[in-house]
């Protein structure tokens, strides 16, 4: 800098640290012309990243809770739920874990607004275990109609993460019964518009968790496949159901909890399954 201000006074041909006096005599003009000059931004490129790439889980940034669950306890014999909420300033991810919603977590105004919560329970259906996972695209307020699309992308994008958020956070319960990771994940997308409101299978849950994954990815179609081939070869060797599962008509032992532990409408009870993006034909 000080060199560029001495070369104002110096003849053309003089060399200054290898420079000309005449090129740092543009140099300085260049700096002086920017002076007080903020540059224009096209965009905040931070804000561009975090939305079209990748999802990444940071353990770092995970709160975990427990409420009045047994952590080892096997969901098909005591219910289990998670809360999970995030914070847009701290980028602070709380997951509650206990036998009902946290719905002490989902007050204020803040979370009544944005409705980017993502619950889910454990169920055990005709024998088989399942994590079904409930997201909120719209309805309620027209804002969130508006941004319907969006709002279905970022769930999509981030739910990777929120599933890999239940894996660690719960960790004791995973390793007790790892076969818990093989259970099939059913994601609920609930919409006041049509296109929106439908529910996913997304594959084993180990699967389902891996970055990148989504249900509308070529991961996830693979998975629903294969789980879909598995339980038509074999189905009477405990394959997991190849179309949403339903509960037995009649109270009996191999369905489990006897009620949802989701207080949402469960609209999604006969509906027509999307696995992996592709239409299933309802049972």
Known sequence: ???????????????????????????????CGRKGRRP????????????FGPAIFEASKLKVLFLGVDQEKHPGHLPRAYTLT????????????????NRSQLQGWYNRLQRDEVVAEWKK??????????????????????????????????????LKAFVHGDETLFRAH????????????????PEYNKVECWGPLHE??????????????????????????SPSAGAPPS?????CPAN?????????LIPWPQEFEQPQAIAGGQQQPQA
């Open 1 to 31: 800098m000080g060199y560029a201000a001495a070369a104002l006074f110096l003849p053309p041909g003089t060399q200054i640290g290898g420079s000309s006096a005449a090129e740092l005599k543009r140099r300085s003009s260049l700096i």
């Open 40 to 51: 224009h931004r096209q965009g905040s490129p931070a804000v561009v990243a975090r939305l």
């Open 86 to 101: 995030h914070s847009d300033i701290t980028a602070k991810i709380t997951l509650a874990v206990s036998q009902t919603i």
């Open 125 to 162: 259906v005709q024998g088989h275990m399942s994590l079904h996972v409930h997201c909120h695209i719209s309805g309620g307020h027209f804002l969130l109609d508006f941004i319907a699309k969006l709002r279905y992308y970022i769930f999509s994008k981030e739910l990777p993460v929120v």
């Open 178 to 193: 790892p076969e818990l990771e093989e259970a099939l994940v059913w994601v609920y997308f609930h919409s006041s518009l």
């Open 208 to 233: 389902a968790a891996s970055p990148g994954h989504g249900g509308h990815s070529a991961a996830a179609a693979a998975a629903a496949t294969a789980a879909a081939a598995a339980a038509a070869s």
């Open 243 to 247: 179309a949403m599962p339903r509960k």
């Open 252 to 260: 009996c032992s191999c369905c489990f909890p006897p009620q949802s």
